[in-house]
């Protein structure tokens, strides 16, 4: 199941508040999140919830066993196969296709490409059930003696399908006793609406645009390239931003408080930066699982760094696109690196603005094009000369002027103006604290109305 | 989102929950208890039904999933809360391209025929027409209504799909044509008239309303239909190529396209009718000797695509004609089996208004009209959905008309042809079918 | 191994790889304190206190320390030279 959809805002969601309030103490309200959990989740995926269970009664006695053997080999063994055990599972179910695809490459090689579906979510939970086993046993966290509460970790459905990837440590003593207090639960519903209305409101709506520009590239102009990735950059940020917030809002709700995945990433100075504000929970578990595994000798702090992007590439998908997409990323952290922080801040601001813009929006357009083809054609549209703008898109660009022009001032942090500003001034305060419940049920009935149009199957194609 | 302990931040953060929790569970009360619609009349298609539980729709996901798809599709006042989106949301996101009422919107993936090269005519206009060509969506098949006030949509053919680039401009959607198989039309009518020797054969490829009616300023999104038609007419060998195109320009000030739809309007196949049996020499009959049919608020296929609000609030007058003679009409499936006996036009009782087209019949079935002009003319038709519309204008003209769609054929085209002893062969359908994928059906259609 | 001569050394080591001779470390000193102290740089520095002290942090030590003093700690254990 997905958030942006009636049924679940609708249905699941008033039911699931309903039955968690209701619920006396933690064990209780526990349970209940247990339990709607793996309803959410079998959902979507009615045979793959077993595989998650599987994952979870591996992990959870990985834990135990640890907890058990305590700094010792065994513990090392232990965490070791449980490890390798998720790479696999991730490795058979996300990646097996590819990897076949690209042996038959070889030669007189003709294996039969295995047909597995993706299960929903198994990039998320299986970071952090590794990320749970390390901790076990690097002795950050006391290992989980209750499955259900190690499950509930594992399944907690406010991140299961679509992050962020919360670590045990954050939620461990959450999970034995919490509270909603009233201010929590406003911010939370808040901030799931927020989410919600940045996902149907800005996202698919750019979604749209970024289509109509990218989709005919082979006679796309430079600037519809540019554009057609910008706009697809921000769609892809206010998406997955917007779902982490739903996230984050709803763990609130539950008396969990989960990290930031996303600190307006756009705002950034330089790509280093990029990735201290996009898609935070993933770039900390490389730096901290994955950048200091000594396998590169001396020079490690290069080879780890690419290990790291290379990694960062093939985790958002199973096709080659995304492999250069991370290794591109890697490339220019690794040019900064080699100029060094204080030559970096010598370089004009604008400058660096425009640098790391121009280097994130291209990046996007990697991201777009898992069509290698397409991407190359991308490339050279990009540095393309001639006609500057073409017709259509301007017309297109006309059509949506309002929707852009919102999306580019939402990339800025407002909403921290907003708060910075009424903290100095009480009659702002006051007007952004009484609007405020006003605002969110606007949003929430615009989300809404928008959600009806979502199950429309328009005339796509029509027929002569 | 002020997270203030203090008393009067505690009070608002109350009154914040029972808002947000109002509308959830109003919105939880409106979803379930609300009565659900069945039908999408504007998308042609019935709504998701609540999913039966079996082991297997369970296990391969089909029943939770049809359970959320049910809730979600089937919102009370879907229909109204549509178009309150296409008429005061949409319209939200930006301006009308160069104008305030009759500016420009754009639709799809438009690709831009460059004035500046004027010399990649079919080589890349070929390209672009390949690679937006997509087989449509099955989902959209199985969901198709059958019963009788909607009817059912037309079963996918062969690369018989064109995706829609449309331009909005002065309230009328203009489709935008993208080129195509020039060559391959001509030769494929020429290797029919070879086989078919002494009967007529005739090509008349009528222009869409993007041929007729583009601005001069937005003439680069599209290639030039004029001018792929008179590169068909240069090439044909031994079949005659009738001019619709000047007929139907000079009558442009009059409806005879529709403006919301991607089909012309009967006007427009009464001028093509006119001038092919003015071609072919043969009688026909004014409008007075048709009767006139209204029907009202009609919103064609461009607002199913495009929900534009410039469409939706420019909904048009349907009109079309019924031949005063008295016609006999059987409709065969597409191995010309199990006739059926029918009216020449379906009646409009219980049509909707986006269905309105349907009156002429749908593709799917091959029909013989037979008259009482006893000129011994016999017709076959080959046409794509443009030529439904030209059939009752024929009725004064030919004694026998079969009218058969190229998608739907399932027997050898030649053979059918003498089969019936036709004098003439009309080969009559748009630009995008002729030049575009819909020529393999018609090629096929000879070998099958 | 001496404490303070071990911060002493470890001092000049942060100079070195951070380049910045006005650093001067104590227990509390974290990454947030110095600005080229990334996870890159880390690693550096990390490679340079191992040879140094002739020893090898293990990667929870690696990845887990949060201070100064806590690498101090580590090194005044397992520090051979």
Known sequence: MVFSRLFFIYIFLPVCLGAY???????????????????FYAWG???????MLLSAVINYTAGRLIGRYGDSRKSRITAGLAVFTDIALLGVFKYSGFIVENINHIPSVELPVPDIRLPIGISFYTFQTISYVIDCLWETVT??????????????????????????????KEIDERTSSITDISYGLNRVVLGLAKKVIIADQLGIVADSLLGGIENATAAAAWTGAAVYAMQIYFDFSGYSDIAIGLGRVFGFHFDENFRHPFMCRDITEFWQR??????????????????FGKRRKYGGLFLVWLCTGIWHGASWNFVIWGLYYGLFIFIETLIGKKRMKKIPLVIRHIYSKAVIIAGFGIFYFEDLDKLGTFFTKLFSTGRLIGLQDRILLVNNVYLLILAVILTFPIID????ISQRSAPVRTAAAVSLPAVSAALLLLTSILLVDQTSHPFLYFRF | MQTDNKKPGKLLAVVNIITILAVLFGGAAYLIFLPHETVAEDENRRLASFPEFSPKSYIDGSFTGGIADYFDDTVHGRDRIKKFIAADITPLKGRKYGGDEDGAELYGIAFEHSEETPAVTTAAATTAAVTHTTVSSPAVQTTAVTTAPIPAEEPAAEGGEINSNILVVNKRGLPLYPGGDVQGYADTINEYKKKLGDVNVWSMVVPTAGGLYIPSNYKSLAVDEKKDIDAIAAALEGAVPVDAYTSLAAHKSEDIYARTDHHWMALGAFYAAKAFTEAAGLPFKELSEY?????????????????????LNNPEEFVYYRPKNEVTVDQYDTSFRDPLDVALLVPSDNMTPSGYYYVFGMDNRIAHVHTKTGNGRKLVIFKDSYGNALLPFLTYSFEDIYLCDMRYFDLNAVSFIKQVKATDVLFSMCTFSATGPNLNCLKADMYK | MNRS????????????????????????????????WDSLEHINLIAAVEEEFGMKFRMKEVSG?????????????????
């Open chain 1, 21 to 39: 309030f209701l619920a006396r103490g933690t064990k209780m309200k526990n349970n209940v999140l247990l339990l709607f959990s793996l309803a």
């Open chain 1, 45 to 51: 995926e009615p045979v793959y919830v077993l595989l």
């Open chain 1, 143 to 172: 290992p989980q003696k209750s499955f259900r509460k190690f499950l509930l970790y594992v399944s907690l459905f406010p991140q299961l399908v679509a992050g962020p990837i919360v670590r045990y440590s954050t939620i461990e």
């Open chain 1, 278 to 295: 996009w898609h935070i929970s993933l770039g900390t578990f490389f730096r901290d699982y994955l950048l200091y595994v000594p396998i």
């Open chain 1, 417 to 420: 103006g907003i708060r910075r």
């Open chain 2, 291 to 311: 009767e006139e049919l209204h029907l009202h608020d009609y919103l064609g296929t461009f607002y199913g695509y495009t929900q534009s609000p410039t469409l």
């Open chain 3, 5 to 36: 001569d071990v911060q002493k050394r470890l001092n000049s080591i942060f100079c070195d790889i951070f380049d910045d001779e006005s650093i001067k470390i104590s227990d509390s000193t974290s990454a947030a304190d110095i600005e080229d």
């Open chain 3, 65 to 81: 320390m949060k201070n100064v003093g806590e690498m101090l700690d580590i090194i005044c254990e397992r520090g051979s030279k």
